[in-house]
């Protein structure tokens, strides 16, 4: 099957940026996603790229996509203290859509 | 709007007792699934369904039933709870398989 991977935790101080690196197996996936869940609660959709584009920015996120090495990262800008997270990357295999292992953000002052 | 609701939110059962995950959405949303979350294992695909009346299996489908009657529910079948079931699940829908999809609360399950 498909897999995913994340690296499993990141520290970055209030105020810096946070990179969040995925690099995922299946080159047909259309689209890539970033789901962000904060404790206790469901994943919410954050952003995502289509497979032909090489990067895409909303506001603080920027998502650059690398489909020769399969890599895929998010960058948040000014992180701060609601950012902390765990951030899962996604993509379509198929009708599926496989998740990595999750990124746990946690921002400090 | 409701979005993608889960019940219950924490259930926990003996071993070998069957339950029922409930999951609806009201988005009219074709594709639905659900997960379960562990630690340090990301979320992993149980069952998914790409419309009523079709359901096929996930990465991890031993022990867990699903069927779809109508568009709007997905319920989840444990037929018989062991202590591996202890997790947190999320049901998850969106207009189709290649779209971003919208997550409910999750159900937190203890089997003891």
């Known amino acids: 099957g498909e897999d995913v991977e994340q690296s499993l935790f990141l520290s970055v101080r209030e105020g810096d940026s946070s990179v969040i690196n995925c690099t995922y197996t299946?080159?047909?996936?259309?689209?890539l996603y970033w789901y962000k869940q904060e404790p206790g609660a469901g994943l919410q959709l954050l952003t995502y790229?289509?497979?032909?584009?090489d990067m895409k920015q909303d506001q603080r996120l920027t998502v650059l996509l690398n489909k020769k090495d399969k890599h895929l990262s998010l960058r948040i800008a000014d992180t701060q203290t609601g950012d902390s997270a765990i951030y899962f990357c996604?993509?379509?295999?198929?009708?599926?859509?496989?998740f990595g292992t999750g990124t746990r953000l946690q921002v400090f002052p | 709007n409701a979005g993608v609701t889960q019940t219950p939110k924490f259930q926990v059962l003996k071993t070998g007792q069957s339950m029922t995950l409930q999951c609806a959405q009201d988005?009219?949303?074709?594709?639905m699934s659900w997960y379960r979350q562990d630690p340090g294992m990301g979320l992993r695909l149980i069952h998914y369904?790409?419309?009523?009346?079709?359901?096929d299996q996930g990465e991890v489908p031993n022990g867990y039933n699903v069927s779809r009657s109508t568009t709007e529910d997905f319920p989840l079948r444990l037929l018989s709870a062991a202590p591996s079931q202890t997790s947190v699940y999320f049901c998850?829908?969106?207009?189709?398989?290649?779209?971003?999809?919208?997550f409910g609360q999750g159900t937190r399950l203890t089997v003891v």
């Open positions: 998850a829908s969106s207009y189709s398989s290649g779209q971003g999809a919208f």
């Open positions: 299946d080159s047909s996936s259309t689209y």
């Open positions: 790229i289509f497979s032909n584009m």
């Open positions: 996604a993509e379509i295999d198929t009708d599926k859509l496989i």
């Open positions: 988005m009219n949303h074709e594709y």
């Open positions: 369904s790409v419309g009523a009346g079709i359901t």
